[in-house]
């Protein structure tokens, strides 16, 4: 990124399926359109996901080959993607135009328009084998996602908050033969209605509650491909014993990537950015926000680029009349009729 005073449309901040579907709309709308990412790939998450079969339109389809579709049609109406551009701060500068600025803050790029699309990261456990297996996509962190590549077989399945004791209800009730949950505590942190659906599941025989449990380690197979064993401790006896299971979901959290917007726009206390739902406006003006790192974001391929389009959609509105940013409730034309 170099320094100047050059001036786009658009600026884009992650170019995940969020950040390219706002870029695919800004651009094929004529605007400037620039996506900044701070990795060395485009595609964030989804990279590291073999195949999606809930993505509409696609039976099944390769993460990396989707995110190949996209930043070919961004690019086939004259949106630029720059990589290894990690971007530090938004501002505005004295002109009313807003600049995003690099990490290092020696170089930015100025903009009419910013749409933050950070994305968010799965928090890890950081046991060995976690990382090694999810390369093998047997550990997974979403059963929404992955739930159907289990069917009839055992998981292990780690948390003690809401999602994970959902999630495992729902593992146990539409595709696995056994889920075995663990948590580090005697009691759960879910909603107790929840806890309640969840024991009334276990009497079926298909889910196995292990208190108070923590997972040491996973072990692969000698061909690194399939998991061997998972490795269990009671934090109380600090005994551990052995678990033969097929995949680990491991439900202990998201991570929105939004530290460095911190005073910039509004956010709750984990971290995510607050929006109006509608229009993804964010609490500064000019600045829209989309996909996972939004408050009540669903968290889901689909919605994140749905989230990417009406931030870039909301665009025209804007630049129409920048004074309307208060306006919460998206004018007729938004809706494609």
Not at 15 to 37: F, S, W
Not at 83 to 108: C, H, M, P, S, Y
Request: hydrophobic share 40%; aromatic share 6%; glycine share 10%.
């Amino acid at each position: 990124m170099a320094n100047g005073n050059e001036l786009y449309d658009a600026i884009i901040v992650g170019a995940g399926p969020a950040g390219l579907a706002a870029g695919l709309y800004a651009a094929r709308d004529r605007y400037r359109t620039l996506v900044l990412e701070k990795n060395g790939l485009a595609g964030g998450q989804i990279l590291l996901t073999e195949k999606v079969e809930n993505y509409p339109g696609h039976v099944s389809v390769g993460g990396p080959e989707l995110i190949e579709y996209q930043k070919q049609q961004v690019e086939k109406f004259g949106g630029e993607i720059r990589i290894n551009q990690q971007v530090a701060a938004v501002r505005r500068a004295g002109d009313g135009v807003l600049e995003v600025a690099t990490a290092d803050d020696e170089a930015t790029v100025r903009g009419r328009a910013v749409i933050l699309a950070p994305g968010s990261d799965y928090r890890k456990l950081g046991v060995p084998g976690e990382d090694e297996m999810r390369q093998a996509t047997r550990v997974s962190y979403c059963a929404t996602c992955d739930g159907a590549f289990y069917r009839d077989l055992h998981v292990l399945t780690v948390g003690g908050g809401n999602t994970a004791v959902e999630d495992t209800t729902y593992l146990a009730k539409r595709f696995v033969k056994k889920a075995t949950l663990i948590h580090r505590r005697r009691e759960f942190r879910a909603q107790e209605v929840l806890v309640e659906e969840l024991n009334e599941a276990a009497k079926g025989g298909k889910i196995d509650i292990k208190l108070p449990y923590v997972l040491e380690e996973i072990v692969p197979t000698e061909d690194g491909r399939e998991i061997d064993h998972v490795r269990l401790k009671n934090v109380e006896t600090e005994a551990t014993e052995d678990l033969k299971v097929d995949g680990v979901f491991i439900f202990v959290g998201m991570m929105p990537n939004t530290k460095w917007l911190r005073g910039i726009v509004e956010m709750d206390d984990n971290g995510y950015v607050a929006a109006d739902p509608v229009t993804m406006k964010t609490s500064m003006p000019g600045v829209f926000v989309a996909g996972d790192c939004r408050q009540q974001a669903a968290l889901q391929l689909a919605t994140a680029m749905g989230d990417g389009v009406i931030a870039a959609m909301q665009l025209k509105h804007y630049f129409r009349n920048p004074k309307s940013w208060d306006v919460t409730t998206a004018e007729p034309e938004t809706r494609g009729w």
